[in-house]
């Protein structure tokens, strides 16, 4: 089997346009991971009653599901039940209009909740109790006490945790394109498809995920050291 | 003043206060002594509404709280007249020493930024730490870091001062300072209640000592008559561990 670096760079340029898809499925979905993620945990650490074990229970359940089938059981229930749903509430729109990006965005908000409700969880939980102490004594709200305290203390203990959930969410919304979204994949392998040469446009596709990464990772490590600059400092 | 009345807490199962009563006047120095477990800190810990008590009471100037029935708003009206210093400085680890102090201020008393620096800038002068201001915790010894959460405590201008143990955790030769800082505002008319071991510096501060044992007092008066003519056996037991510490408090007479 000969390769073709024309080929290559061919599906490379096809599937570069296809990035801002990609990124926007896998910051969309970690926005909203990170804010339902936050409220989450912040509901099962000052252990709200009832809740906090329905939150536990649903977490656990979904932990342990492939993203996978997350994608997919997506797309099953929203085109089984959107129609009915969209109807009685009066919209003008069926399951054909609905952007397949939306349905790639709620698959990996799910994955990415998920996953934020347990790294903040776990950076709440490890702040120490004369830290809460403090807040309280001086008299600030639970509110302010979150906000001020807690998240200043927990997000650069937790940055390296979310840039990595990024890059996983990158790399799956390549599965979106089982849904039909035309992302750098799925780009990639449209272009293929013309002339089966699929080695190529895989290589091509590895290349730009590689990259992406790449990019986040260092800009990752650059917040998280000027960030952890105060905190490091205060543990050495 | 601030009135406590009939302050019960239990953990679980075990009962920590058992009913405790205590006045505390304006300008008054109350220095509470006891075994450990005695709850000492658990019932510093109420006044601050660190902990819930179960039952009881309590009244700072114009506002009285019933603890089992206090609001959010009440609880923090009641922490907002009261501060507390910490036996481990309970410093916020990502803030600099100045910050540490401004953020109530700002947060809690809606002080502008400005001013509430030049109030912890001022405030860290009188702790003899002006030229710590930027400094981080970490950055600070253990006896730097009390006088932050001392001054931390003075700047929110509380009705009384809770300090639990506050050179429990210090080097022998950083007690000193801290103990000189304490007394300083003693002088100045500061309001406070100070749970401590250090039996001489409690003969020489106090107005009033209280001895707890198993969640109640056992016996309160003035120095003179708490470490000099103990009325209860407990209290005379307790004291004889500290043979040393009251010849000190003695000589200081
Ligand atoms: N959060 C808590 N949960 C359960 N039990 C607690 C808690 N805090 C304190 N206790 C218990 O309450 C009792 C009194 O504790 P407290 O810390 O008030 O004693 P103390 O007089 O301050 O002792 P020390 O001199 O050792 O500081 C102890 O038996 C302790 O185990
Ligand atoms: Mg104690």
Redesign the pocket.
């Not at chain 1, 994949?185 to 990259?211: D, G, M």
């Not at chain 2, 006047?25 to 006044?47: A, D, M, N, W």
């Not at chain 2, 100045?98 to 109530?104: A, D, T, Y």
């Given at each position: 089997m000969s390769f073709s670096l024309e080929t290559m760079l061919h599906a490379l340029k096809v599937a570069s346009v296809y990035i801002p898809t990609t990124l926007f499925i896998a910051f969309v979905s970690l926005f909203i991971g990170g804010i339902f993620g936050l409220l989450i945990a912040l509901v099962r650490l000052y252990n709200i009653k009832i809740l906090s074990s329905i939150f536990k229970f649903i977490i656990t359940i979904l932990k342990g599901i492939p993203i996978v089938l997350i994608i997919l059981g997506t797309f099953l229930l929203s085109s089984q039940f959107f129609n009915p749903l969209a109807k009685s509430l009066g919209w003008r729109i069926t399951f054909k209009d609905v952007n397949m990006i939306t349905i790639a965005v709620l698959a990996l908000s799910i994955m990415a909740t998920i996953q934020l409700s347990e790294i903040f969880r776990g950076t709440l939980a490890s702040i120490k109790k004369g830290q809460y102490d403090a807040a309280k004594s001086i008299g600030l709200t639970t509110f302010q006490t979150i906000r001020r305290i807690l998240i200043p203390l927990a997000f650069p203990v937790a940055l390296p945790m979310i840039s990595n959930l990024l890059i996983n969410l990158i790399k799956a919304s390549s599965l979106a394109s089982m849904v039909a979204v035309v992302d750098i994949f799925a780009a990639a392998k449209i272009s293929a498809n013309q002339n089966y040469r699929f080695l190529e446009a895989y290589v091509a596709v590895a290349i730009i995920y590689w990259a992406l990464n790449f990019l986040i990772e260092k800009s990752s490590n650059f917040l998280e050291n000027s960030l952890n600059r105060k905190l490091r400092r205060s543990f050495q | 003043m601030i009135a406590l009345e009939n302050v019960h807490k239990s953990f679980q199962k075990q009962q920590v206060l058992k009913g405790i009563n205590l006045k505390v006047e304006k300008g008054e120095v109350v220095c509470i002594l006891g075994p450990s477990g005695s709850g000492?800190?658990t019932f510093l810990r109420c006044i601050n509404f660190l902990e819930k008590a179960d039952q009881g009471s309590i009244k700072i100037g114009a506002s009285q709280v019933d603890f089992s029935t206090a609001s959010k708003n009440d609880i923090l009206k009641i922490r907002r007249q009261t501060a507390m210093v910490f036996q481990n400085y309970a410093l916020f680890n990502n803030k600099t020493a100045k910050e540490n102090i401004m953020v109530g201020l700002i947060l809690a008393q809606k002080m502008l930024p400005q001013k509430a620096e030049e109030l912890a800038l001022e405030l860290l002068q009188k702790v003899g730490l002006a030229d710590r201001a930027d400094f981080y915790p970490s950055q600070l010894s253990g006896g730097q870091k009390q006088r932050v959460g001392i001054a931390r405590a003075l700047a929110l201008n509380p009705e009384v001062i809770l300090f639990?143990?506050p050179t429990s955790s210090l080097d022998p030769e950083l007690v000193g300072q801290t103990l000189a800082l304490i007394k300083q505002i003693a002088d100045e008319g500061g309001t406070m209640i100070l749970?401590t071991h250090e039996m001489g510096f409690a003969y020489e501060i106090a107005d009033t000592v209280v001895f707890m044992e198993g969640g109640v007092i056992v016996e309160q008066g003035t120095p003179d008559e708490v470490f000099n003519h103990p009325a209860e056996e407990r209290t005379q037991q307790f004291l004889s561990r500290f043979t040393d510490h009251q010849k000190v408090g003695q000589q200081a007479v």
């Amino acid at each position: 089997m000969s390769f073709s670096l024309e080929t290559m760079l061919h599906a490379l340029k096809v599937a570069s346009v296809y990035i801002p898809t990609t990124l926007f499925i896998a910051f969309v979905s970690l926005f909203i991971g990170g804010i339902f993620g936050l409220l989450i945990a912040l509901v099962r650490l000052y252990n709200i009653k009832i809740l906090s074990s329905i939150f536990k229970f649903i977490i656990t359940i979904l932990k342990g599901i492939p993203i996978v089938l997350i994608i997919l059981g997506t797309f099953l229930l929203s085109s089984q039940f959107f129609n009915p749903l969209a109807k009685s509430l009066g919209w003008r729109i069926t399951f054909k209009d609905v952007n397949m990006i939306t349905i790639a965005v709620l698959a990996l908000s799910i994955m990415a909740t998920i996953q934020l409700s347990e790294i903040f969880r776990g950076t709440l939980a490890s702040i120490k109790k004369g830290q809460y102490d403090a807040a309280k004594s001086i008299g600030l709200t639970t509110f302010q006490t979150i906000r001020r305290i807690l998240i200043p203390l927990a997000f650069p203990v937790a940055l390296p945790m979310i840039s990595n959930l990024l890059i996983n969410l990158i790399k799956a919304s390549s599965l979106a394109s089982m849904v039909a979204v035309v992302d750098i994949f799925a780009a990639a392998k449209i272009s293929a498809n013309q002339n089966y040469r699929f080695l190529e446009a895989y290589v091509a596709v590895a290349i730009i995920y590689w990259a992406l990464n790449f990019l986040i990772e260092k800009s990752s490590n650059f917040l998280e050291n000027s960030l952890n600059r105060k905190l490091r400092r205060s543990f050495q | 003043m601030i009135a406590l009345e009939n302050v019960h807490k239990s953990f679980q199962k075990q009962q920590v206060l058992k009913g405790i009563n205590l006045k505390v006047e304006k300008g008054e120095v109350v220095c509470i002594l006891g075994p450990s477990g005695s709850g000492k800190t658990t019932f510093l810990r109420c006044i601050n509404f660190l902990e819930k008590a179960d039952q009881g009471s309590i009244k700072i100037g114009a506002s009285q709280v019933d603890f089992s029935t206090a609001s959010k708003n009440d609880i923090l009206k009641i922490r907002r007249q009261t501060a507390m210093v910490f036996q481990n400085y309970a410093l916020f680890n990502n803030k600099t020493a100045k910050e540490n102090i401004m953020v109530g201020l700002i947060l809690a008393q809606k002080m502008l930024p400005q001013k509430a620096e030049e109030l912890a800038l001022e405030l860290l002068q009188k702790v003899g730490l002006a030229d710590r201001a930027d400094f981080y915790p970490s950055q600070l010894s253990g006896g730097q870091k009390q006088r932050v959460g001392i001054a931390r405590a003075l700047a929110l201008n509380p009705e009384v001062i809770l300090f639990d143990e506050p050179t429990s955790s210090l080097d022998p030769e950083l007690v000193g300072q801290t103990l000189a800082l304490i007394k300083q505002i003693a002088d100045e008319g500061g309001t406070m209640i100070l749970v401590t071991h250090e039996m001489g510096f409690a003969y020489e501060i106090a107005d009033t000592v209280v001895f707890m044992e198993g969640g109640v007092i056992v016996e309160q008066g003035t120095p003179d008559e708490v470490f000099n003519h103990p009325a209860e056996e407990r209290t005379q037991q307790f004291l004889s561990r500290f043979t040393d510490h009251q010849k000190v408090g003695q000589q200081a007479v």
